[in-house]
């Protein structure tokens, strides 16, 4: 099918060494068996509480860690052993992570820059993804004269830049705090409606995954328990 498809994937940890474990080869299940569908265009959140194994399933989607187990494909192509900056996917944290001597401008313009898009077009396009987040006429802000909402904006704006086929979000909002929380998760909805952009949305905050996705997946102990639309998860006892 068309967008993203992980099947039966397990990512695992070395335990550290120490103790009774020097001499075995322990190691952290931190998801064990999970397939789930990001259909082209879609939102799809990952809900569940620290340590239950979204962020290892992102990064494994994104490349970021191998696979023990599993498939992990695009347009029905495997991703295996394809590197992190051919996968064409964006990533946001929760720590936007802007270059700190760059201006706002600047920054959005990285991705493209890397594209090799050339002056005129890459300043227009900087100005209409600034627009886009509600920060138009912010290209030679400083980012150090931003509020922490201002850099996530910036940062999901450079992030989107590039165009890419499926933008990876982990825990993008949860610096800020809960008011502008879940304003910004509605927001962060329109933007990436607006782009047509696909996405997969980390995070351990209920309300901010209702607010921002077409279908939430509960994790739990590194299991995907259930995939649905919110309002099937509401109606829930
Ligand atoms: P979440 O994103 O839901 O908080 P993580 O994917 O970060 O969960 O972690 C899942 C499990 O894997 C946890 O038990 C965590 O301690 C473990 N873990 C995560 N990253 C590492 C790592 N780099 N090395 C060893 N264990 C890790
Ligand atoms: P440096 O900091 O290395 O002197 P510049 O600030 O002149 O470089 O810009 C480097 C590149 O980034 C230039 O090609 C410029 O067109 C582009 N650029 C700078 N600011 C913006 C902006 N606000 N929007 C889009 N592109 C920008």
Same mark, same amino acid.
């Given at each position: 099918g068309a967008g993203l498809a992980v099947r039966d994937v397990v990512v695992r940890? *070395?335990? *550290?060494? /120490? /103790?009774?474990?020097r001499r075995t080869r322990a190691t952290t299940v931190a998801v064990d068996h999970v397939s789930l569908d990001v259909d082209q265009g879609e939102i799809v959140a990952l809900l569940g509480p620290s340590g239950c194994g979204k962020s290892s399933l992102l990064r494994a989607v994104a490349g970021l860690e191998p696979l023990a187990d599993g498939t992990v494909t695009w347009d029905d192509g495997d991703l295996t052993g394809v590197p992190v900056h051919r996968r064409q996917f964006g990533l946001m944290f929760q720590d936007g992570q802007l270059f700190p001597h760059r201006d706002a401008g600047r920054n959005v313009a990285y991705g493209l820059e890397a594209q090799h898009v050339p002056a005129p077009e890459r300043a227009e396009r900087v100005a209409g993804l600034l627009e886009l987040v509600g920060l138009a006429g912010y290209e030679r802000r400083r980012v150090a004269t931003l509020s922490g909402g201002e850099r996530q904006r910036v940062a999901l704006a450079r992030a989107l830049a590039p165009r890419p086929r499926l933008l990876l979000l982990d825990e993008p909002l949860s610096a800020l705090d809960r008011r502008l929380r879940e304003r910004l998760a509605a927001e962060v909805r329109r933007v990436l409606k607006e782009t047509g952009t696909t996405a997969l949305f980390v995070t351990h905050d209920h309300d901010e995954a209702f *607010? #921002? *996705?077409?279908? #939430? /997946? #509960?994790m739990s102990g590194g299991r995907l328990l259930q995939v649905a639309p919110p309002e099937e998860l509401r109606e829930k006892p």
């Open positions: 940890y *070395a335990k *550290a060494p /120490g /103790g009774l474990w *607010a #921002v *996705a077409d279908r #939430v /997946g #509960v």
